[in-house]
């Protein structure tokens, strides 16, 4: 990172906070019922985390998207794989994920609902569906864009098909493979917490969302905002980190 | 002795068939530095592929080269996208090895027993994707030698790099195949090239691609860049063009 622009990096992370407390709680510009204060929305934030609060609506939305997520990451890439070697599979496939991708997901829940219950099954398959599909996707495409010089280098030197498969054609796929796990990252944690929204929850930051609209806590409602932002930024960064190590050669 | 014997391909498109090759016969002395020349797009590639093994839908025959599984070094023009990003230069190298399934003890032995016969400076573990091209076809060039290959095919392998490091990689190639005494196949696209490198030159004309001529070069080793201003040489490539018209006769050239 250059010095010229550290100084921009860190003005972007405090410029935005300023801006709120000078509009809000120095000048009121606004009304509070739009835009309460900031001190006053640290203050809540701050309740919510000692008070414990908070805690169980956090797990609850974590355990759902974890869970969601993962199970979603791991059958989309295996499923991935094998639609990216067999153009038999991805042809019949093509349609089905085609249509599904395009869907509007949220759509889908009331469905969920019906099938898997108002409980986690229902939320935890939302946040399956969306990272099942990324997965499958650019995990194919992967495989597919693999490099034929590199098949051909593996097949030239005496390389079975397995091996082929494993040191050439997956690592070559593996950088949008990290592709597809940035995107269904922030898709799964976008309906989890649209689908805790609807009825039948008990604890979930999306339930807490709805609730502080119906009771018109307009500062609760700020304090979850900054806590669902801080969640997905520092799991988006954790990817990155991930790909970093993982996959440091890509558009080398 | 590796004979090629009537060595014929067409493809077939709605079309209609294509030759491809056209009964190409040719003999490649073992121990020795055959380099093979011809117009654009005359099927050296497609040659090469079925010397190698990568394409096994051809008709005729190529004796002394049977079983030869896992025993042929292969370079390719395309340096960067031939290597491994995700491996340094050592397990580039060693990947044939890794393949093989040989112990690390045996891979390492192998790799100095191989860089001690080869003069070249390169960090083993520097990432590939930070090297020149040169460099990057010199690794190519070692991950071919590793296998102690019965024949080493390069596939115009330094069309896509610089002139200066051409000459330096010319050299290296022709001393390492005299030293380490390799059967070399090497296809080239710049004729004076072929003749630096080869105890004799193939060429072949245009589709469907057939030998024209066999041109056998008596030049002495080392084959240093200095050669290509002695008489013998300038003479060599007299004929050599004399045989490239005929290769190209009876078509355009064109740009």
């Known amino acids: ?252 | 002795m590796i004979s090629i014997k009537n060595l014929s391909k067409s493809f077939s498109s709605p079309a209609g068939s294509t030759h491809i090759l056209n009964s190409v016969s040719f003999d490649i002395p073992v121990d020795s530095f055959t380099t093979i020349f011809g117009p654009n797009g005359c099927g050296k590639t497609t040659l090469v592929n079925i010397v190698a093994g990568l394409d096994r839908h051809f008709t005729g025959n190529i004796e002394g080269l049977e079983d030869t599984k896992r025993q042929v070094g292969f370079v390719f023009q395309d340096y960067r996208r031939s290597l491994l990003p995700w491996y340094s230069v050592r397990k580039n190298i060693l990947f044939p090895l890794e393949l093989q399934r040989l112990s690390k003890r045996e891979q390492a032995a192998r790799l100095e027993e191989l860089l001690s016969a080869v003069p070249l400076k390169l960090d083993l573990d520097q990432r590939v994707y930070s090297l020149s091209g040169g460099q990057a076809q010199a690794v190519c060039i070692l991950r071919a030698l590793i296998i102690k290959p019965r024949i080493l095919i390069l596939d115009e392998p330094f069309a896509a790099i610089d002139y200066e490091r051409t000459l330096a990689l010319r050299k290296l190639i022709s001393d390492i195949a005299k030293s380490l005494k390799l059967t070399v196949l090497f296809i080239s696209h710049d004729l004076e090239e072929a003749i630096i490198l080869g105890d004799q030159v193939i060429f072949l004309s245009k589709h469907p691609t057939q030998v024209v001529e066999v041109l056998r070069v008596d030049l002495p080793y080392p084959r240093s860049f200095e050669i290509t201003t002695s008489l013998q040489f300038t003479d060599l490539r007299d004929r050599a063009v004399k045989i490239f018209k005929k290769c190209v006769a009876g078509t355009e050239i064109k740009i």
Request: proline share 4%; glycine share 8%.
């Open chain 1, 1 to 252: 990172m250059s010095n010229s622009t550290t100084i921009y990096k860190i003005g972007g992370v405090f410029l935005l906070p300023f801006l709120w407390w000078l509009c809000a709680d120095t000048f009121a510009f606004v009304s509070p019922l739009l835009l309460p204060n900031l001190t006053t929305v640290i203050n809540r934030l701050y309740s919510l985390i000692t008070t414990g609060t908070i805690t169980q609506d956090l797990l609850a939305t974590m355990y759902r998207w974890t869970i969601g997520f993962s199970l979603g990451v791991t059958t989309g890439t295996l499923v991935g794989l094998m639609l990216g070697v067999s153009n038999r599979l991805r042809s019949f496939f093509e349609f089905p994920f085609e249509f599904f991708r395009s869907m509007p997901i949220t759509a889908i829940f009331p469905l969920f609902l019906i099938i898997f219950g108002i409980d986690d099954p229902s939320k935890i398959a939302m946040a399956f569906t969306p990272t099942f599909l990324l997965m499958v996707v650019n995990t194919s495409y992967g495989v597919l864009l693999t490099d034929p010089t590199r098949r051909k280098v593996a097949v030239v030197f005496g390389a079975t098909q397995l091996q082929t498969f494993r040191k050439i054609i997956m690592m070559d796929a593996l950088p949008q493979v990290f592709v597809g796990l940035r995107l269904a990252l922030t898709q799964s944690l976008i309906v989890v917490v649209v689908s805790e929204m609807f009825i039948g929850t008990d604890f979930g930051l999306g339930q807490r969302v709805y609730d502080s609209y119906l009771t018109n806590s307009v500062s609760t409602l700020y304090a979850l905002l900054i806590v669902l932002g801080i969640i997905g930024y520092i799991f988006n960064r954790l990817v990155l980190l991930a790909e970093a190590k993982f996959v440091f050669w890509a558009g080398k």
